[in-house]
């Protein structure tokens, strides 16, 4: 069973000074990455994983956060929460956290503001042993030379040495890469003002409780002029993705006609292996779904978006996440009159897929969607998706060479 943990604490409060006059009145999290906040790109990264409530540690230029935060979840039209807490004067980076310490969950991840580390979250919080003497894991990115990046050894998965001294020019190195998941309980190591990586992680390092966790995926921290220039072309292509587009009731759970409540849901074997094995291949797991029985007043829509939250609920369980979704309640023969109309996102049109292609950056080329009906396919069709037909069976027999044969990134 993975740990599960719905908070993402990020620290955004560094002045960005080597950033020169860039951050001179701009907190560093907040400059514009292809005409986005990066901040903004990070959250979204994060809650598209199924974390969704945010904490940001301000300081410099508080201000400005608090109105970003005020803003996000609406400007994104996601189901998240962005809070914010301000340190009293200049804390650091552990003393951030400190302040904030009543405010943080029992279990709880921790970014730098300024940094991407494109990884599945599933794969940090799995790292965590059940052992209460294991207060968190820290991931690490392998880079042929440490450059400017803090040195991390191992002995075994247990981190030994941190901001160790750099290796010889141009060894290889692990280095930290800025996401972490915590209990709650590392705050008894901090202090009102102290820094996080030099005061606070030696002391954890010496009662071994840090597990490191190693991955290779894409890392880049915009804090020098160069890294930042990087970022404006590097994010972009890299968060242009294909997709794996899923129908519902049939493809992840059993369709026993209009499934609309917990208690007749039932997994179709091997759909969440489907979806876990899309999230690490790269792609983005979207689900587009029928819901006619919505307007035929079977169930509501309440009920669906309860249903919605189980099934997310579960898939986090196993290590898998869906990005995003879409459903459809119209029907002409609707006896609900609210949604008694025909729909342009009733399948077999493609309004719903459309909708997520404009919502995400999608390589359209290298998607597909899996359907059971022939309406799924018409519509993926339709957008110029291809579209595979699941009769029934094991989910992840059926998709494992769709997902593997040159579509990943």
């Known amino acids: 069973m993975v740990a599960r943990a719905d908070q993402a604490v990020i620290l955004v409060g560094g002045l960005g000074s080597r950033l020169g006059s860039l951050t001179a009145d701009t907190p560093k999290p907040l400059l514009p990455v292809a005409g986005r906040p990066f901040l903004e790109i990070q959250i979204e990264e994060i809650a598209r994983q199924g974390v969704r409530r945010f904490l940001l540690l301000a300081a410099f230029a508080s201000d400005q956060v608090r109105d970003f935060a005020a803003a996000l979840p609406r400007k994104l039209g996601m189901d998240i929460s962005v809070e914010i807490a301000i340190e009293p004067d200049r804390a650091g980076t552990g003393g951030a956290i400190w302040h904030a310490r009543d405010r943080l969950d ?14 599945p979250l599933a794969d940090v919080a799995a790292a965590l042993p059940d052992d209460d003497g294991v207060l968190g894991v820290l991931s690490l990115r392998p880079l042929p030379a440490a450059g400017r990046y803090g040195v991390v050894t191992l002995d075994g998965d247990r981190i030994d ?8 020019e141009g060894a290889p190195a692990l280095v930290n890469a800025g996401v972490y998941l915590f209990r709650r309980a590392m705050v008894e190591r901090l202090e009102p003002l102290c820094s996080l990586e030099r005061d606070t992680m030696p002391k954890l390092v010496a009662e071994r409780a840090l597990i490191g966790h190693v991955a290779e995926g894409y890392f880049l921290d915009i804090g020098i002029p160069a890294d930042y220039a990087r970022a404006q072309t590097e994010i972009p292509a890299r968060r242009r993705k294909p997709a794996l587009f899923l129908d519902r009731d049939g493809v992840i759970n059993i369709d026993h006609g209009h499934v609309g409540t917990i208690d007749r849901f039932e997994w179709v074997e ?5 979806i876990r094995l899309a999230n690490r291949l790269g792609f983005y797991v979207f689900v587009v779904t029928n819901q006619a029985g919505i307007g035929k ?14 099934i997310r609920d579960g898939l986090a369980e196993r290590g898998a996440h869906i990005d995003d979704e879409r459903h459809c309640p119209f029907h002409p023969e609707a006896s609900v009159e609210a949604f008694r109309r025909a729909s342009d996102r009733r399948k077999p049109e493609p309004g719903m897929i459309f909708d997520l292609l404009d919502r995400w950056p999608v390589d359209r080329a290298r998607s597909l969607l899996i359907g059971d009906r022939e ?5 993926a069709r339709a957008a110029g998706i291809e579209a595979h037909l699941f009769a029934g069976g094991n989910l992840a027999d059926f998709a494992r060479g769709l997902l593997t044969a040159g579509k990943a990134p």
Not at 107 to 115: H, Q
Not at 270 to 274: D, K, N, R, S, V
Not at 297 to 310: P, S, T, V
Not at 375 to 379: E, I, N, P, Q, W
Request: aromatic share 20%; hydrophobic share 50%; glycine share 8%.
């Open 106 to 119: 029992d279990l709880f991840f921790l970014f730098n503001g300024d940094s991407w580390f494109d990884i």
């Open 375 to 379: 309406s799924d396919l018409a519509a």
């Open 297 to 310: 007043g079977m169930y509501g829509e309440a009920d669906y978006f309860a249903l919605r939250r189980h």
């Open 270 to 274: 091997g759909a969440a292996e489907t």
């Open 161 to 168: 040495d941190f901001a160790a001294a750099a290796p010889a």
